[in-house]
């Protein structure tokens, strides 16, 4: 019998079984693994046995935690790095070239962007924006440079959700990969493979790590995609199969840029991941709850959550990712300074940056993640001066909405 997917979070069993049958993955703080041979520490470096020899390039405990993940998305791969950011950067870095353009949106994570815009340019890879929902213009942006086609699920802050089917079948038939970052909507709930997502990214920092215990990200690989297709990848191809992007972003981009995960971090996360259903579950619906409530009052202008029946991405964002689409939800106010105000009266809900935390947070997107972003790009981006992200915990409804409400109240 199949197993549900809160008893094989429990259930993963180690590839070797603990010496003295502890519970819980021991975490190996050890940089080097010792061979017995010569013989054997050469097969280990070409790849031709399986085993730890450097834990830049791979660890027991890390490779734990990757097992759990690839046991409950049903992935070809996992690869847990230090931060969402680095899964990302070793993801694009793995595909692109000089000359090649990457395909994706102004609704984008900050730092997301301008990995793309002010790093890679320098490289001579090129960010095209287009509106994701409006396939004809990802059609027209996609020419034979194109290495990826990238996204968020949702996107932070804007929340805005793209059919990722009709996506996907646009990618498929230009022969780009579709890369995705489901940060907001993890894998408990969002099944990436059956949307058509090649390879997905997380921030495990968020959802994950079990309540902001420590960074990390993983990425992921469904094995899906033809990586013949793909320039940067055509000789690990001929080489790896539909291997190719996993094997040369393990052989080559993650190790030289030094980005795989701690084993503290990857303890931490391995424990957060035990309870991620039950706190997604909580958090999300507590999230629709508090969206539904804080309609009614009168000094907010707007309150945007893709899970409200009055979302342009009600129906798209319910066929995706169910009842509950994440634990984020944005409210516009009067201005800026009622933003400000109504922040630094919040006495429950945190005043600070990060999502998914057990607590809930609250941060103004415009003057703090985007505040080196000109505001001509900010507006591009549709971060606007009025807008509150909050981000929601573990708290009781009733709290968290009579927190806002009060710190609405003159
Ligand atoms: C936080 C976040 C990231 C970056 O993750 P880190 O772990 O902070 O590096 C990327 N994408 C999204 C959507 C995020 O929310």
Not at 363 to 384: C, D, G, N, W
């Amino acid at each position: 019998m199949k197993q549900s997917f809160e008893t094989q979070l429990l259930n993963v069993p180690y590839d070797k079984q603990d010496a003295h049958l502890a519970l819980s993955m021991p975490v190996y703080n050890a940089v080097a693994f010792e061979c017995d041979t010569a013989e054997e520490m050469e097969q280990l470096f070409s790849g031709q046995a399986p085993g730890h020899y450097y834990s830049r390039v791979s660890n027991p405990t890390v490779a734990y935690y990757e097992e759990r993940v690839q046991a409950l998305t049903g992935a070809m791969s996992v690869t847990a790095s230090n931060s969402g950011m680095s899964a990302i950067s070793d993801t694009l870095m793995t595909i692109a070239y000089a000359g090649a353009n990457i395909v994706s949106s102004n609704h984008l994570f900050g730092n997301t962007y301008s990995l793309m815009k002010n790093i890679f340019s320098h490289f001579d890879v090129e960010l095209r924006t287009c509106d994701m929902t409006n396939l004809d213009e990802v059609r027209s942006q996609i020419d034979n440079r194109t290495c990826a086609v990238f996204l968020e699920i949702i996107s932070n802050p804007q929340l805005e959700v793209v059919d990722l089917k009709s996506l996907s079948a646009v990618c498929n038939e230009l022969n780009v990969p579709l890369i995705a970052d489901s940060t907001v909507v993890p894998f408990c709930v969002f099944d990436a493979k059956a949307l058509g997502v090649n390879i997905e990214v997380i921030s495990s920092t968020k959802y994950i790590s079990g309540g902001a215990t420590s960074t990390g990200g993983l990425l992921i690989d469904y094995g899906t995609f033809d990586w013949s297709r793909s320039k940067a990848l055509k000789t690990w191809h001929d080489k790896f199969g539909n291997k190719a992007f996993t094997m040369r972003m393990k052989k080559e981009t993650g190790r030289c840029l030094g980005s795989y995960m701690t084993p503290q971090a990857a303890y931490m996360q391995t424990l957060g991941l035990e309870t991620l259903k039950m706190r997604f579950e909580r958090q999300s619906s507590t999230c629709l709850a508090l969206a539904q409530r804080l309609q009614t009052l009168p000094a907010i202008a707007s309150v945007n959550y893709p899970g409200l029946k009055d979302s342009t991405f009600y129906q798209i964002s319910l066929a995706q990712f169910g009842q509950y689409p994440g634990a984020m939800l944005t409210i516009d106010l009067a201005s800026r300074a009622a933003c400000f105000d109504c922040l630094n009266r919040l006495k429950i809900i945190r005043r600070a940056t990060n999502l998914f935390d057990n607590r809930s947070l609250a941060i103004h997107p415009a003057s703090t993640i985007y505040v080196t972003f000109s505001l001509e790009q900010r507006e591009k981006m549709h971060i606007r001066e009025h807008t509150i992200r909050l981000s929601i915990g573990l708290e009781s409804v009733d709290d968290l909405f009579e927190d806002i409400r009060q710190s609405l109240s003159r």
